[in-house]
């Protein structure tokens, strides 16, 4: 028979692990335009990224612009997390050295993951081009796990149209497109070939001039947002909507106050985060520092969605469930 004091001490010892084990889940702060360290204590390196998430797991590429990085590679950064709050560095899921001759001072921007469940291949779009943004294409590049390394494929022009910033939507239905910045007539969305490689379908040309496009299904809806055309410099994001991707699409409207200027930040990607109790759509903004790139910070903010209307609040420090999907901001 146990004694009492063995049986007390049991108790306490379970009801600690029990604390132990809800501290683990506690939810992290989120905070937005702060340095946002990984699990090495770096600043994340995932500038105009974009997020996978495979199984329970997100993953997160995007921009390496680390300084003291040999300058002849071009590097995409993974980092993987469970609560989308705490990183951790995996690797440079792809480091490539000029590979069509580009020119030397080549660009490599916007990376953004796509996992291919019918080849089982994860493939990486990015946006490629020469130093003064003529050569306007997209790159390819493969591997067979999410960190890499991926290999690259090609590069080509999308339906033999220019594209600068891409983007990328999964639909509800596993649909994969790629999003991108046609200047001379808009953008456009275009759905993938079976096997993520090429494009193959165009559903739209939106007739805006929008850089940092980004589209979420939501409650029906589509929603598309992104950028004005002013480089590094913030304007004010703006969002229209449509029952189908190939439209009609709603006018455009102001994600934020327009004098705010998107609180400086730059579309890049949404994030729907659908839980038990609720669905949280992020809307995931760079704060880029052209002079001190590797210093660029990152706006994260859950959208107000829902019936037509999309807006961001003001940044502020707030925290997610990734189980019951609830966001909570804080006062
Ligand atoms: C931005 C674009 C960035 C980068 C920059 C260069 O408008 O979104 O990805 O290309 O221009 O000036």
Redesign the pocket.
């Known amino acids: 028979m146990q004694s009492s004091a063995l049986r007390t001490s049991q108790i306490f010892g379970a009801l600690f692990s029990l604390l132990l084990l809800n501290a683990g889940a506690v939810p992290q702060l989120i905070q937005p335009g702060e340095l946002w360290p990984d699990d090495r204590g770096q600043h994340i390196q995932a500038h105009?990224g974009g997020i996978l998430k495979v199984g329970d797991t997100y993953y997160w590429f995007g921009e390496e612009r680390s300084r003291g990085l040999n300058p002849t590679y071009r590097y995409v950064s993974c980092y993987s997390s469970t609560n989308l709050a705490q990183w951790t560095f995996r690797k440079h899921a792809l480091k490539v050295y000029d590979p069509e001759h580009f020119h030397a001072g080549w660009i490599l921007?916007?990376p953004k993951v796509f996992y291919n469940a019918k080849t089982k291949k994860f493939v990486m779009y990015m946006h490629v081009d020469d130093e003064g943004?003529k050569l306007a294409r997209v790159g390819v590049a493969v591997s067979d796990t999410v960190d890499g390394d991926y290999q690259w494929v090609k590069s080509f022009r999308p339906l033999g149209h220019e594209s600068?910033?891409i983007g990328q939507f999964v639909d509800d239905d596993g649909t994969a497109y790629l999003i991108f910045e046609d200047r001379p007539f808009g953008f456009r969305i275009v759905k993938l070939s079976d096997d993520y490689l090429d494009v193959e379908k165009e559903m739209c040309l939106i007739p805006m001039h929008m850089?940092?496009g980004a589209v979420v299904h939501y409650q029906g809806l589509y929603y598309a947002i992104g950028?004005a055309?002013?480089?590094?410099n913030a304007n004010p994001n703006k969002y229209a909507t449509a029952k189908s991707l190939e439209g009609p699409w709603s006018e455009f409207k102001d994600i934020a106050p327009p004098e705010k200027n998107t609180f400086g930040a730059?579309s890049t990607m949404m994030v729907k985060v659908v839980g038990t109790k609720a669905t949280t759509v992020i809307f995931m903004g760079d704060i880029w520092k052209p002079a001190t790139q590797w210093d660029s910070r990152y706006l994260w903010m859950p959208l107000e969605i829902g019936d037509g209307k999309l807006a961001l609040p003001e940044p502020k420090p707030w925290t997610l469930d990734v189980v019951t999907g609830e966001a909570v901001i804080q006062k």
């Open positions: 105009g921007e916007r943004y600068r910033d850089e940092g950028s055309l002013t480089g590094w730059q």
